[in-house]
């Protein structure tokens, strides 16, 4: 069965700090991972994805990610977090060519001017 | 442009009435999605549909739910005799197409029921 975990429920950090938040799948096939990110009051948006090629990808606003498939994971990265990056993260994971997504139970970022 | 729209924003129901909340995507967009979120938790898929067929609805709980979307435009999603754990975000979500297409959410509406 397909499954998504976000082992860090609530990450805090200074600004100007390195972010990392984890992200493991399990699914049977090939898949496609997305980040997304809900900012206070706002509605999910899409932060960054992946189909297919180079595993390192990059999203809106400083955002990156890392497929690694032997591992199953698909990463969130930044280097250097501002306090307008507090807000809920989500990792997600599709078959591909399907849309209909599966969603971890996400991580709330806050950051600390 | 527009984005998805969902309405209402807020629903206080009573145990035992029905409720139908109405999804309306961006336009052109093929593929329609309902999610589910209970607080503390990620959204649940519960169905989607291509244009104005149900594909999949294995994510619905159980028969009190049901979605439709006739015109392949607005969906709506109803659920009779609401619980009190049907309480949650609902989210609608649409695609630009069926394969490989970024979902696009609304705001949700949020359920509780009394």
């Known amino acids: 069965a397909q499954s998504v975990s976000q082992h860090n429920h609530h990450v805090i950090l200074s600004e100007a700090a390195s972010l990392e938040l984890g992200c493991n799948y399990s699914y049977g096939g090939t898949v496609n991972l997305f980040w997304y990110v809900q900012y206070p009051g706002q509605h999910l948006q899409l932060l960054l994805k992946y189909f297919s090629g180079d595993p390192l990808v990059k999203g809106i606003k400083g955002f990156e990610a890392e497929f690694i498939k032997s591992k199953f994971s698909f990463n969130l990265r930044k280097p250097s977090v501002q306090w307008s990056d507090t807000a809920e993260y989500f990792c997600?994971?599709?078959?591909?060519?399907?849309?209909?997504?599966?969603f971890g139970t996400g991580t709330r970022l806050t950051v600390i001017p | 442009g527009a984005g998805v729209s969902q309405s209402p924003r807020y629903k206080v129901t009573k145990r035992g009435q029905d409720v139908a909340l109405r999804c309306d995507p961006i336009?052109?967009?093929?593929?329609l999605y309902w999610y589910r979120q209970a607080l503390g938790q990620g959204p649940e898929f519960l169905t989607y549909?291509?244009?104005?067929?149900?594909?999949?609805k294995s994510g619905l709980p159980n028969d009190r739910f049901s979605a439709e979307r006739p015109e392949g435009s607005i969906s709506t999603l109803t659920i009779q005799r609401t619980e009190q754990r049907d309480s949650a975000m609902y989210r609608c979500?649409?695609?630009?197409?069926?394969?490989?297409?970024?979902?696009?959410f609304g705001n949700g509406t949020r359920l509780t029921v009394t």
């Open positions: 997600a994971v599709s078959g591909t060519g399907a849309n209909n997504l599966f």
């Open positions: 549909f291509n244009y104005e067929a149900q594909q999949d």
């Open positions: 979500a649409s695609s630009h197409s069926s394969y490989n297409s970024p979902l696009h």
């Open positions: 336009s052109g967009h093929v593929s």
